[in-house]
């Protein structure tokens, strides 16, 4: 069967990359802020509202292309990690969901681990992470990763200043070695505005399926948007290198996200249409006589609707 290229791509970091990712939009006092800062400087252009019909059949197409993508990571054995960070309602659960759907979940999954046990706190940072990395032929998509301790874990106090400094000068090497043992680790910070988390986390209080989304640390972490970006600024000033790049996801617009981390993401692995050739099913079985038990022996559930 000829295979035919679907999508290039290449792994090399662009020339003139951002070496220090815009910083998120700072909720302070106007006076405080240089005007000639980068945050301001960083400020996109507003985009024309991206219609729900292009979202879709952009996403549908898309779709076809992760298929095509986890084949071939499948049948050439790579192993994928890819990291969402961000801040609360940045948009990272979402950009996974969007991503998983058309995948099979026995190649790909999702790993969102809670907080640590007794047992887990007395190991070693990283190991409860390695465990859950992708054997060859899978795809991992941590919901938060080993960040955590750069991120939460730093501003709330969860961890000592030891603690903190050692995973600062031990997260590049781990990362490093990850990337020589043959693992594609890319990794993506949602950038969400000040104006827009506040929008998500009020519609988190008027939609009773999304409640339960809203917990005491994201209201927490709403009253620390200033302590949170430091921590994110000096997170990326000691781990943005070249073999583990950071790559920003402006999430003001969900959907324009979706379909920008989806695309970027597929240029991570360039991969060739291992699609197989149509089949033609079978002729089913002829009628023997066989009779099948009654309908009524079986026990079926309620039918309200």
Not at 69 to 88: N, S
Not at 237 to 244: C, G, L, R
Request: hydrophobic fraction near 40%; charged fraction near 30%.
């Amino acid at each position: 069967m000829a295979r035919t290229k679907a999508h290039g791509g290449s792994t090399t970091t662009p020339a003139g990359r951002n070496r220090r990712p815009e910083r998120d939009a700072l909720s302070i006092p106007a006076a405080a802020i240089n005007p000639a800062s980068d945050v301001e400087a960083a400020k996109p252009e507003a985009s024309p509202r991206l219609s729900k019909t292009a979202y879709e059949a952009e996403l549908r197409r898309l779709a076809v292309e992760l298929v095509k993508w986890e084949e071939w990571i499948k049948a050439r054995g790579l192993k994928v990690v890819a990291i969402f960070e961000g801040r609360d309602a940045a948009g990272k659960g979402g950009a996974i969901k969007r991503i998983m759907e058309p995948l099979n979940p026995r190649f790909a999954r999702v790993v969102a681990l809670p907080a640590p046990t007794e047992r887990e706190r007395g190991q070693w940072y990283f190991q409860r992470y390695v465990v859950n990395l992708p054997a060859a032929g899978e795809i991992v998509l941590f919901d938060r990763s080993w960040y955590n301790r750069a991120g939460v874990e730093r501003v709330m106090g969860f961890c000592t200043e030891e603690e903190y400094q050692e995973f600062l000068r031990s997260c590049p090497e781990f990362e490093r070695m990850l990337v020589r043992s043959g693992i594609i680790l890319i990794k993506y910070w949602f950038s969400v505005s000040d104006a827009e988390q506040e929008r998500r986390f009020q519609a988190r209080l008027d939609d009773p399926t999304k409640r339960w989304k809203l917990s005491p640390m994201d209201v927490e972490s709403r009253a620390r948007w200033l302590d949170y970006s430091k921590a994110k600024d000096e997170m990326f000033a000691h781990t943005d290198f070249k073999q583990a790049p950071w790559w920003v996801v402006r999430s003001d617009d969900k959907k324009r996200a979706h379909l920008n981390v989806i695309t970027h993401l597929l240029s991570q692995v360039p991969y060739e249409d291992l699609t197989p050739e149509p089949i033609v099913l079978p002729p089913r079985q002829k009628d023997t006589g066989y009779v099948r038990p009654p309908m009524s022996d079986q026990t079926f559930i309620p039918e309200p609707f």
